[in-house]
């Protein structure tokens, strides 16, 4: 009996051996493959010119592209994803993010579409903060607050930029160095932001910063889904998960109160699927504040282990979004102001609530709110902070 257990157990040793090395080879192959692909010009980034800024410097396309058929398209002004391409349930692949075709559209009065957001993402009460005794005072962009870095944040900003591929796959490597005192926020901050498309249908964003005085980081994405691939349409049938289990209540600036509140039994509560129209309409006090959603959430992951934050599930045509990250936080934005003022690229127009965000960072207003994790970042130290985006279809 002992015996016939140990051939058993030796037999399936061996199978799992044979399975892991098989495992490993197709990973070998792949990562062959790719290079093949890139060798003979099928290039994983592409690269071409976007438009001009009005001082006459080049903004650059870069097209990052794996061997599925996804393309993702961003621009070296603010770091912005123009065009994101992901499959349906029949494998075609459509462009999901709100954007414009042409720079110029993106200089007038843009929600920040696929925009990289800095210094601070989100805002800060007053436009005000200290640090070690010293207030500084930044731009009041949002009614009485500041908003998304001031009135020339890292998404208005022309950055640097470096293509290559990794083994992980086609990668973009954006720096942008802050100036001390760039819109009112203390030390020159050394920004490093790395998108990397992988063969899994991920986009990857690992963000860096390093700083020669004590200041305030917080990095986020600002891309806008509607994963219908049909702008002219609604997100409201779109299924949202938030893997949170409370939030932040806001004041009527939309700055957080500072009271962490539990989401069971409120429309906040998207711990299980839920259509985002279910309850966005609700009478509810703070659902009328965001004028739908507009409201951080605050993730079961708090210990900065990268983690399942959110998904975003289309049901018609089985496209599915799902976040990870190492964030606290995440802003889920209903494109509430959204009004059909812009033109889309598809020649509509951008209508109420026709993108959903998914912004992962730390609390709105930490460095006034000292309960939240600290956003601080001292000379020395490396901000960084990393976000996934996957696609799939079920
Ligand atoms: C963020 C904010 C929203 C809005 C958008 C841009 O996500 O939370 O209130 O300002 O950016 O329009």
């Given at each position: 009996m002992r015996t016939i257990q140990a051939s058993f157990l030796y037999f399936v040793f061996l199978a799992a051996l044979l399975h892991l090395g098989c495992k490993e080879n197709k990973k070998e192959n792949q990562s062959e493959n790719q290079m093949v692909k890139t060798e003979s010009g099928k290039s994983h980034v592409g690269k071409s010119t976007f438009g001009e800024m009005p001082n006459g410097e080049q903004v650059d396309k870069y097209t990052l592209s794996n061997e599925n058929g996804m393309e993702v398209d961003v621009i070296t002004y603010g770091g912005i994803i123009t065009r994101w391409t992901a499959p349906d349930k029949n494998g075609n692949y459509q462009d999901v993010v709100l954007g414009f075709n042409d720079l110029e559209s993106y200089f007038g009065d843009v929600p920040y579409f696929g925009a990289l957001v800095g210094r601070y993402g989100n805002r800060i009460a007053k436009g005000q903060f200290s640090l070690d005794g010293e207030t500084y005072t930044l731009a009041k962009n949002n009614g009485p607050n500041h908003l998304h870095g001031g009135n020339k944040g890292f998404d208005k900003v022309v950055w640097n930029a470096e293509a290559e591929n990794t083994d992980d796959g086609a990668s973009l490597v954006l720096t942008y160095t802050s100036a001390d005192g760039e819109e009112g926020y203390p030390g020159k901050l050394d920004v490093k932001v790395t998108y990397t498309l992988t063969g899994d249908d991920q986009l990857d964003i690992h963000y860096e910063a390093v700083t020669d005085k004590p200041t305030v980081v917080n990095l986020t994405q600002h891309s806008y889904f509607n994963l219908s691939g049909d702008f002219s349409?609604?997100?409201?049938?779109?299924?949202?998960?938030?893997?949170?289990?409370?939030?932040?209540?806001?004041?009527?600036?939309?700055?957080?109160?500072?009271?962490?509140?539990?989401?069971?039994?409120?429309?906040?509560?998207?711990?299980?699927?839920?259509?985002?129209?279910?309850e966005i309409n609700a009478d509810n006090e703070q659902i009328k504040r965001g004028g739908g959603y507009d409201h951080c959430w605050v993730l079961d992951e708090t210990n900065g282990d990268f983690g399942l934050a959110a998904s975003a599930y289309h049901p018609e045509t089985g496209r599915l979004l799902e976040v990870y990250t190492d964030e606290p936080a995440i802003q889920f934005y209903t494109g509430n102001f959204l009004n059909g003022a812009l033109v889309s690229k598809t020649g509509g127009t951008y209508g109420k609530r026709s993108g959903l965000c998914l912004e992962t960072q730390h609390y709105p207003d930490s460095p006034n709110q000292e309960a939240f994790p600290s956003t601080r970042l001292n000379p020395g130290e490396t901000y960084s902070s990393r976000t996934s985006f996957k696609f799939s279809t079920k």
């Open positions: 349409q609604d997100i409201l049938d779109h299924e949202v998960t938030l893997n949170a289990p409370a939030y932040l209540p806001v004041d009527a600036g939309l700055i957080p109160t500072g009271e962490l509140r539990p989401v069971e039994g409120t429309p906040f509560d998207f711990t299980e699927p839920k259509a985002v129209g279910k």
